[in-house]
């Protein structure tokens, strides 16, 4: 027997409308009242949850010795499908925390983080397998 599996990150949010409202139009995710993801993105879906109170929202801290946080990493397919997310989301005002970046070691990686409401950040990256 078979058996498949799934999952999803859970985040807890200050506001629920508004980051059901920045998922949807700035992310253009598929947002309801359970969860929001987006097709195409390796299956990427989110539980968004109210935090009873806002010190329970807590993005990850940047490492000691340097560098940036990140809360949920994408995985793109090629760097075209990459850079057009790049472009779809600075258009509709996403805050960038990390501007495009190429890393030789992996591949080479690259990637770009945006930062939600919330102060969480996603790594949307790959390496060029066109």
Excluded: C
């Excluded at 968004?48 to 990850?60: E, H, I, S």
């Excluded at 779809?88 to 930062?115: H, L, M, N, Q, R």
């Amino acid at each position: 027997m078979t058996e498949k599996f799934s999952s999803l990150t859970v985040l807890m949010v200050s506001d629920l409308a508004r980051s059901q409202t920045f998922y949807r139009e700035v992310l253009g995710f598929n947002v309801n009242d359970w969860w929001t993801e987006r097709g195409g993105l390796h299956g990427v879906a989110l539980k968004l949850f109210q935090a009873a109170d806002p010190a329970d929202v807590k993005p990850n801290k940047s490492p000691a010795g340097g560098g940036y946080a990140v809360d949920v990493q994408v995985y793109t397919n090629t760097w075209a499908q990459l850079d057009a997310l790049y472009e779809e989301f600075t258009s509709k005002g996403a805050v960038i925390s990390v501007e495009p970046v190429i890393y030789a070691d992996g591949g080479p990686w690259k990637e770009f983080v945006i930062e939600d409401p919330d102060g969480y950040h996603f790594a949307f990256g790959g390496t060029d397998g066109k």
